[in-house]
């Protein structure tokens, strides 16, 4: 099931919080004790960050596909922890990521020190709009990530739970990449298995196209209470993305400076499944990118304005697209996931 630690960092005592939910997710993805000590350093810098420079935040931390998968059904898995927050903002973004940088007065080297023990790591800050930090630790250090596409995500429980009743995934077979994003109903245990049977079955249907893995995801959660699913696979041979959906999932397209919204047929995977499904095609080209969440997120949300990010890790593209989002006026009623499939950055010009 999906494991997922909220950590919302308002005091001393939660920088406790944040390192012991970096080292339960360390040891359900797998790690050994020199990554574990690693994702635990991480989240304890992170976490000091927020209290030091922003007064606060959210830390994330949860287990996550590799963000370039291999030709296999098993994926490899990391630690994510995202640093989430609406304050300040910095202004030198390069000199943050210097160790001894520091606005506080204090020693400050949370964020090279960040940098340079997790396999991965991303800085997203605009002055006035706050700031997110996103790492990942895995079991061993991961080669370069190819040309080609990645995928990245973030999920929040309701309620902060540590089970999430929305999941994504994405795999590969030859020229396709495929991802999921699947949002089991309700929330809560039986929600998460519903996405779990999704997340399962999708690593037996990288070869299928997006309706033929619907329809092979639908017998999957059959004995579970169902869940909505849309699916986006792109053929980097072909030059293709399609896009098939069942349930309220939403899903916007970037193409240039405007974004396509697509759209999922109603029912629900494992309960009532569509007669006939229909399949978006259109090119996938230099310059798109695909955005899709579960109804946590507000419908009508804005897609990030400032260039940067949009070029940027796609787990920072989901937190600052779900940070953007969220309003104290709408309190969120669900789990929430939001995935985002990308070009490597080379591949964006």
Not at 77 to 83: D, R
Not at 139 to 156: D, E, F, K, Q, S
Not at 321 to 336: C, I, K
């Amino acid at each position: 099931m999906p494991s997922v630690w909220d950590v919302p960092v308002h005091d001393s005592t939660r920088v406790r919080d944040a390192r012991v939910a970096a080292e339960s997710a360390a040891t359900l993805a797998g790690l050994d004790s020199a990554r574990t000590a690693a994702a635990s350093l991480v989240a304890t810098e992170l976490a000091t960050n927020l209290l030091k420079h922003t007064q606060g935040g959210q830390l994330l931390v949860e287990i996550v596909p590799a963000p370039a998968p291999a030709d296999a059904r098993a994926p490899v898995w990391f630690v994510q922890l995202a640093a989430i927050d609406h304050g300040p903002g910095i202004a030198d973004v390069p000199a943050a990521l210097s160790d001894g940088f520091s606005t506080a007065r204090s020693l400050g080297a949370g964020l090279g020190t960040c940098r340079r023990v997790a396999d991965d790591f991303a800085l997203h800050s605009v002055p006035g709009r706050g700031t997110v930090a996103l790492a990942r630790v895995g079991a061993r250090p991961r080669a370069a990530v190819p040309a080609g596409l990645r995928a990245g995500g973030v999920n929040v429980p309701f309620g902060g739970a540590e089970t999430s009743g929305d999941a994504w995934a994405w795999v590969r077979s030859g020229d396709r990449a495929t991802l999921m994003l699947a949002d089991g109903l309700g929330h809560g245990p039986e929600a998460a298995r519903a996405s779990t049977a999704a997340v399962d079955a999708l690593h037996a249907s990288a070869h299928l196209t997006p309706a033929e893995c619907l329809r092979h995801l639908d017998t999957a959660l059959r004995g579970t209470r169902g869940a909505a699913v849309a699916v986006a696979q792109v053929d980097s041979g072909a030059g293709l993305l399609r896009f098939a959906g069942i349930g309220n999932i939403g899903a916007r397209l970037q193409d240039g400076d405007t974004w396509r919204a697509l759209l999922s047929r109603p029912g629900i995977v494992g309960v009532h499944r569509p007669g006939t499904l229909r399949e978006d095609r259109m090119p996938w080209a230099a310059g798109r990118l695909l955005i899709m969440h579960s109804d946590g997120l507000p419908s009508r949300w804005t897609p990030p304005a400032d260039p940067g990010v949009l070029s940027a890790d796609p787990a920072v593209v989901a937190a600052v697209t779900l940070r953007d989002a969220g309003s104290a006026a709408r309190p969120v009623r669900d789990d929430t996931a939001v995935a985002v499939l990308a070009p490597t950055p080379r591949d964006r010009t």
